[in-house]
């Protein structure tokens, strides 16, 4: 099942995401949850729509749409546009950060690997 939302162009990375996960044998699965070890809540704003999903790699390694069960470690608000340029590498996680396109809430150490978790995923495409 798709947790893309039509309405919002980003949310796409999702499926690509799970699909790394589920390409992932359960040795490397276990040790990408290791390394990252927490759960993000992403809220993908489009204009006036929100979608939420949640990237749990501390309990379950999987992706799901919905808040995060059970709490986040991190909750992540982003626009459409940034996270889909943060995925295709166009731009940097920090830089985002650092200039208010990305803002977070919880463990902003655990924001930071973010970016293993988009190239960890892009690689068992």
């Known amino acids: 099942m798709s947790l893309a939302d039509k309405e919002i162009k980003s949310s796409n990375i999702f499926d690509l995401i799970q699909k790394g996960l589920e390409g992932m044998s359960e040795n490397e699965k ?4 290791k390394k990252v070890n927490g759960i993000f809540e992403m809220r993908i704003k489009n204009g006036a729509k929100e979608g939420v999903w949640t990237i749990d790699l501390k309990k379950e390694g999987k ?10 470690d991190v ?18 996680g920090q830089k985002a950060f650092m200039s208010g396109k990305l803002k977070v809430k ?3 150490m655990l924001a930071t690997k973010l970016d293993t978790v988009l190239k960890d995923a892009q690689s068992k495409l």
Do not use: E
């Open 30 to 33: 276990k040790s990408s949850m």
């Open 75 to 92: 909750t992540i608000n982003v626009a459409d546009q940034t996270f889909q340029d943060l995925a295709d590498g166009k731009l940097n």
């Open 106 to 108: 919880g463990n902003i």
């Open 63 to 72: 992706v799901y749409k919905g808040p995060a069960k059970p709490k986040a």
